[in-house]
T-cell receptor
Framework: AQKVTQAQTEISVVEKEDVTLDCVYE???????LFWYKQPPSGELVFLIR??????QNEISGRYSWNFQKSTSSFNFTITASQVVDSAVYFC????????????FGSGTKLNVKP | DVKVTQSSRYLVKRTGEKVFLECVQD?????MFWYRQDPGLGLRLIYF???????EKGDIPEGYSVSREKKERFSLILESASTNQTSMYLC???????????FGQGTRLTVV
């Protein structure tokens, strides 16, 4: 079974629209970490955020915000007022206490922001 | 800033060739990883190293081996390249413990 599911394969929006990327995870561990990465066309994955399972506080960083809800096992990512430079593939990932050395990545969501 | 450098952005190799993909990190990280990225499948872990000369198989190690003789360098080896190994290969490094991983720019390998 997939440990991290990103159901949205591809999303297209027009610049300045808000967009939410969904991430649903599955784990039996009570201690775990969740991550979001951005992969622009250049190829390198860029780290965006890390969240631990004991901290459900939502986080905002500029136009980016993250909504972590343990009740629904979701860690969604919202971009407000999207820009063309936000066009990329976004990956959600999970790391569990039983083996923190291992990351489970979702299949990624490709975001296209059109001018 | 952490820098993870992969030796090649693009490679074209012939079936049956032995292929070396090199990765170097400059932050003295203990952990290093090799992932393979394919459309619709996300990133899949090939091998992981938690220290010099130490390695652990990931989810898809078949057809691959690795070498970590120095802390900063982690090499992925395709013993006999096959067309189904055509893919994007990503190297990452991470400080021991629960931290984020830092990725290289990727190597797009084509086996013909």
């Amino acid at each position: 079974a997939q440990k991290v599911t990103q159901a949205q394969t591809e999303i297209s929006v027009v610049e300045k629209e808000d967009v939410t990327l969904d991430c649903v995870y599955e784990t039996r561990d009570t201690t775990y970490y969740l991550f979001w990465y951005k992969q622009p066309p250049s190829g390198e994955l860029v780290f965006l955020i890390r969240r631990n399972s004991f901290d459900e506080q939502n986080e905002i960083s500029g136009r980016y915000s993250w909504n972590f809800q343990k009740s629904t096992s979701s860690f969604n990512f919202t971009i407000t007022a999207s820009q063309v430079v936000d066009s990329a593939v976004y990956f959600c990932a999970l790391s569990e206490a039983r083996n923190f050395n291992k990351f489970y990545f979702g299949s990624g969501t490709k975001l296209n922001v059109k001018p | 800033d952490v820098k993870v450098t992969q030796s090649s952005r693009y490679l074209v190799k012939r079936t049956g060739e032995k292929v070396f993909l090199e990765c170097v990190q400059d932050m003295d990280h203990e952990n290093m990883f090799w992932y393979r990225q394919d459309p619709g499948l996300g990133l899949r872990l090939i091998y992981f190293s938690y220290d010099v000369k130490m390695k652990e198989k990931g989810d898809i190690p078949e057809g691959y081996s690795v070498s970590r003789e120095k802390k900063e360098r982690f090499s992925l080896i395709l013993e006999s390249a096959s067309t189904n190994q055509t893919s994007m290969y990503l190297c990452a490094s991470r400080q021991q413990g629960v931290t984020e991983a830092f990725f290289g720019q990727g190597t797009r390998l084509t086996v013909v």
